[in-house]
């Protein structure tokens, strides 16, 4: 019985082939730009970081597809990746700022996104944000990843390198601080 070839093999397959590379990177962007930007984006809130931290993470998938063995799904190596590079990302930006001085909080996820030009959230949306902004690092991954990607457990453990009982805690505890955000500002 002949094995089905799926489309990310062949994806794959053409990127490492120096004759089709570009046809095969093409056929990834195609089917995944739009999501990494998505989860990128709602990491890092702005259209430009995350246009940023996104044609990072493409670089970084173009240039380590011989690496890809196969083990988890394309979409879970490519999540990964995307994951870590906003981490990168916000940790350089945490270097970088200085106290009092870096307009980051509660008040300042609000100003960023409402300068945002790219940014059409409404308010629900803009006290989330909010709200997110107050969760540690962890959490705040993994409800972005559970609420808005509908990521299993399973794949989000493979993604974060976590166990899925940690990450179900983590899920737990973000819906519940989010929750209570929301009830202390009692405007929805």
């Known amino acids: 019985m ?13 990127i490492r082939t120096p ?6 990177f093409r056929a990834l962007l195609d089917k995944y730009q739009q999501k990494l930007y998505w989860h990128v984006r709602r990491m890092v809130l702005v259209h430009d970081d995350a246009d940023d931290v996104l044609q990072n993470t493409f670089i970084k998938v173009y240039r380590s597809i011989d690496s890809f063995e196969g083990k988890s799904s394309l979409y879970t190596w490519l999540y990964r990746i ?17 106290d009092g ?3 980051e909080g509660e008040d300042g996820v ?7 030009p790219y940014f059409d959230g409404d308010a629900v949306q803009l006290c989330l944000q909010q709200a997110l902004a ?5 959490q705040k991954q993994v409800f972005l990843l559970r609420y808005h990607d509908e990521m299993s457990y399973r794949d989000m453990s493979e993604i974060l390198d976590t166990s899925e009982g940690a990450l179900k805690a983590s899920y737990h505890h973000a819906v519940k601080k989010i929750g209570e955000f929301f009830k202390q500002r009692e405007t929805f």
């Open 2 to 14: 002949a094995t089905k070839v799926t489309d990310d093999q062949l994806i794959v397959d053409w």
């Open 134 to 138: 107050t969760l540690p690092d962890r």
């Open 110 to 116: 609000l100003n960023k996104l409402q300068s945002d």
């Open 82 to 98: 995307a994951t870590n590079e906003c981490l990168s990302f916000m940790e350089r930006n945490k270097r970088h700022r200085y």
């Open 101 to 103: 001085m870096d307009g």
């Open 19 to 24: 004759a089709t590379a570009d046809k095969g």
